[in-house]
């Protein structure tokens, strides 16, 4: 997909953007939902929102989770079930519960998409004020040259590729602290088209996007599924690991078909093997699950094999698998000794 982006904006485009109530000064005091529609896999949640929540609350902003699709399809099991999903359709009890003034929907695949909507429509209508944002997975590879101003009917604000930098420049433009000029790769309605804002500024580097959290979801009420039995696929879905990433970015970039344009492939952005392991250990006291899956387009195998060496000086006890390791097949589970021998001798199978 290309990449093409509009040019800057010109600083005196008229604003016509959600009636936000006016908020006082400081970010504690703005409050950050980020919500996972509708369907994501369902043995583990979906990295993004806690990266952001992670990350907001580095900052100083009081940020909260939901995984609604866990939570629709235990609603579903359940015998009150359907009754339950309409209504909490109808009145989305997480807004409720957090009262936010800034909603994040997080849509990684194109089947989570639809309920996004649903549930950005929910919120328009029963709460005018609050400001919805669209991004992920999803919205970076498709919707990269959005024309359609209709899905401003839904969503205020649309942004492009990794969320912490767009986030903070919308947190403060939405606390009156920065003008709208100001935002960062964000697509708004401006006369009833649809303009890129893309004022210049440099992403938060991997080492200080924080540590993930998984605070706020219901970590032991993931369903292991076993939809194929091949034993790589099936870690797909089948048990509960916490998603990390060992860089931003491919450090590689050379495969003939793959769209090297794309910022998660294109800017690669690695961390020390001593953040990567601090990020580990916090994430193990806090989840109590000591399983990673490692989600990297390509996992560089240097950073790797410093991490293995780091885990194994800190003693610490962790089992990972990677998505793509460049030269090796995907890895199944290993255990911290197998992936330091692994590394080191190159070896296929742990
Ligand atoms: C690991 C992975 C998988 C794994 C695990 C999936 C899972 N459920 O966890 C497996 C192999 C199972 C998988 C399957 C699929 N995947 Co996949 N996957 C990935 C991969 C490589 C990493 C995803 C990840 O965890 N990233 C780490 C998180 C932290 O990054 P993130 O989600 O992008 O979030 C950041 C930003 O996007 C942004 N952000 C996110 N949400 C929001 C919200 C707001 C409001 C804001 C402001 C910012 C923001 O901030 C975050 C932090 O910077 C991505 C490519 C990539 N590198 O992102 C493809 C990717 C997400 N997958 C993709 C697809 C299509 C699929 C499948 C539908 C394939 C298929 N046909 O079956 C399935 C769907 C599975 C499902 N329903 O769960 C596409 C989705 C885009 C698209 N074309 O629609 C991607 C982008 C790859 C691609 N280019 O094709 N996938
Ligand atoms: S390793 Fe993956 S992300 Fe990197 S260039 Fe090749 S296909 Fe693209």
Redesign the pocket.
């Known amino acids: 997909m290309g990449q093409s982006r509009p040019s800057m904006p010109s600083s005196s485009a008229p604003h016509s953007q959600p009636a936000v109530a006016a908020l006082p000064a400081g970010t504690s005091a703005f409050k950050v939902l ?1 919500v996972i529609p509708p ?3 369902l043995n583990t949640p ?3 929102t806690a ?2 929540t992670g990350f907001l609350r580095s900052q100083g902003v009081d940020a909260v989770q939901e995984d609604l699709a866990l939570a629709l399809v235990l609603a579903l099991l359940s015998p009150e079930g359907l009754d339950q999903v309409r209504e909490a359709a109808e009145h989305l009890d997480a807004m409720a519960q957090h009262q936010p003034q800034l909603v ?8 989570a998409l639809y309920a996004a909507l649903r549930m950005a429509q929910t919120i328009k209508a029963h709460h005018p004020s609050v400001a919805i ?6 919205v ?3 919707l990269r040259e959005l024309a359609e101003p209709r899905l401003f009917d839904f969503v205020d604000y649309v ?1 492009l ?4 930098r ?2 903070l420049a919308l947190i403060a433009h939405l606390q009156g602290k920065r003008s709208r000029e100001r935002l960062v790769r964000t697509f708004v309605r401006e006369a009833g088209a649809v303009r890129l804002i893309q004022f210049p500024e440099a992403d938060i580097a991997f080492s200080d996007v924080g540590t993930p959290t998984w605070d706020g979801l219901p970590l032991n009420r993931y369903l292991s599924l076993l939809d194929m039995l091949n034993p790589m696929n099936r870690l ?1 879905s089948d048990g509960r690991w916490n ?1 990390l ?1 060992v860089a931003h970015g491919c450090y590689w970039k050379k495969c003939s078909f793959c769209d090297v344009s794309l910022d ?1 492939i294109s800017r690669y952005d690695a961390a020390s093997a001593e953040v990567l392991a601090d990020r580990i250990e916090a994430i193990v006291q806090e989840t109590g699950q000591t399983g990673f899956h490692f ?1 990297d ?1 390509a996992a560089p195998p240097k950073s790797l094999k410093a991490l293995a060496e780091e885990l194994l000086r800190r003693d610490l006890d962790v089992r990972a698998w990677f ?1 793509q390791v460049k030269g090796k097949v995907p890895k199944p589970t290993v255990s911290r000794h197998r992936i330091a021998r692994a590394l080191q001798t190159g070896e296929r199978r742990p």
């Open positions: 980020s369907m994501t896999q979906y990295p993004s990266y952001l994040l929907l997080s849509v990684p695949f194109p089947g944002a669209l991004g992920g997975g999803f970076n590879t498709e942004t590729d990794a969320g912490e767009p986030l797909w998603k990433t998660y989600v387009e998505e």
